[in-house]
């Protein structure tokens, strides 16, 4: 019966880190995947997450599963992690998942539960996998004006004219911080745009939020989502503790549902009923270590300060890219890399310069030219805006 399947499309992501892999120059410079990268281009384990796992290692005397929505503790840290107190405890539902995706699966087959006719909005652009999963499980996609390639920023009146053509029973896909691939972010005033047309329209919101602490700091980055979810009567968020706890392979995430606390107990066990369906028992090591650290005064500060520390590493290389080809071009039009937040941006070219880049420079970023910020160093900077300037971006 196996040979009716077909292939299915590549990960255009994934496909890259195949290729940077089999490219035999020693030149070359990985832009591609969202994964932190030191000056050394090593993504070390966090002090916080390294000393959190010893703890386990010493004190756990089980393995036996823990609840279907994972350990509660995870979920309060989270809960307060993201949400803070914007919204009571009690109205929020909570399932830990596989990363951030599982999160995002978990959250779209939920409103597919709640609406099969359900559309979900979605930013033009927006992370692949949002689109390849949306299509697996058979859901309607309407696509909302972002992007504006030519300013590098966000298309402010057609996202808004677009979201108002979403009406109840559809999804609003956001990306709380640090825009995945674009780098490009609304501010607090646009934020209360975007609220007040979810609120007349009544489409409910869904928050991925998978690069806290990379934007602006862990409470800024979080503003948007808190506010959000404190404005609406249902909310999701999907969050993803791969990036900001360093922890990518554990796989450790969570979807919230905020909705009224009459409806929390029959949205929980909806939401552990989705986990047995899929995987039953979520994965517990990297949660655990998320729920060490942040239940530990000590243990967090240091992951806090250490989260600083990458974030302002990507700050000053944005800083000194945009530097770097403002000299070399003598004109303000790449002054966009540095207002960008979070892990990525996209430098708006065609894929054929981006090709170059590849062919001519060894320089991998994504087709839609995302670059991982994170993915160059001090010294990698001035060569990569050479090579910019070199393909006639
Ligand atoms: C990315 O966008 O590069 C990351 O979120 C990693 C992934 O799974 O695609």
């Not at 808004?160 to 911080?177: F, N, S, W, Y």
């Not at 800024?220 to 993803?240: F, G, H, N, Q, Y």
Request: glycine share 8%.
């Amino acid at each position: 019966m196996f040979e009716t399947l077909k292939a299915q499309p590549a990960d255009k992501i994934l496909d890259l880190v195949q290729a940077y892999r089999e490219d035999p120059r020693d030149t070359k410079i990985d832009l591609g995947v969202g994964v932190y990268k030191d000056a050394s281009g090593n993504t070390p384990v966090m002090r916080a997450v390294k000393a959190a796992e010893q703890r386990i290692w010493e004190s756990q005397d089980t393995k036996v599963y823990t609840g279907l929505a994972g350990d509660p503790a995870y979920a309060d840290a989270m809960a307060a992690l993201v949400l803070g107190d914007a919204v009571p405890r009690g109205s929020v539902a909570a399932a830990a998942t596989p990363g951030g995706t599982g999160a995002v699966r978990q959250a779209f087959e939920l409103v597919r539960m709640a609406n099969p006719k359900a559309r979900v909005f979605v930013s033009d652009p927006t992370w692949p996998n949002h689109l390849s999963i949306l299509s697996y499980l058979g859901m309607e996609v309407v696509n909302y004006r972002y992007f504006d390639s030519d300013t590098g920023g966000v298309n402010f009146d057609g996202m808004i004219e677009d979201l108002k053509t979403a009406k109840k029973g559809d999804v609003v896909l956001l990306h709380g911080c640090c825009h995945n691939p674009t780098g490009a972010n609304l501010n607090s005033a646009e934020w209360d745009a975007v609220i007040e047309v979810l609120q007349s329209t009544g489409a409910v919101p869904m928050i991925d939020i998978a690069y806290q602490g990379f934007g602006d700091g862990l409470e800024a980055d979080a503003a948007a989502t808190r506010k959000v979810a404190s404005s609406v009567p249902e909310c999701l968020i999907a969050a993803s503790c791969s990036k900001n706890f360093g922890i990518y392979r554990e796989r450790t995430g969570i979807l919230m549902l905020v909705a009224s606390e009459a409806a929390q107990g029959l949205n929980q066990a909806t939401l552990a009923f989705l986990n047995r369906q899929n995987y039953s028992f979520p994965p517990d090591h990297g949660a655990r270590i998320v729920s060490t650290i942040l239940t530990d005064d000590e243990l967090k500060a240091d992951w806090m300060a250490e989260l600083e520390d990458v974030r302002n590493a990507m700050l000053a290389l944005r800083e000194q890219l945009a530097g770097e080809l403002q000299r070399l071009s003598g004109s303000d039009r790449f002054g966009f890399l540095a207002q960008h937040r979070g892990m990525f941006s996209r430098l708006g070219t065609t894929p054929d310069k981006v090709e170059a880049l590849r062919e001519k420079h060894g320089i991998y970023m994504v087709g839609d030219s995302r670059m991982n910020i994170a993915g160059l160093n001090q010294n990698s900077v001035p060569i990569l805006a050479r090579a910019i300037i070199d393909v006639g971006i």
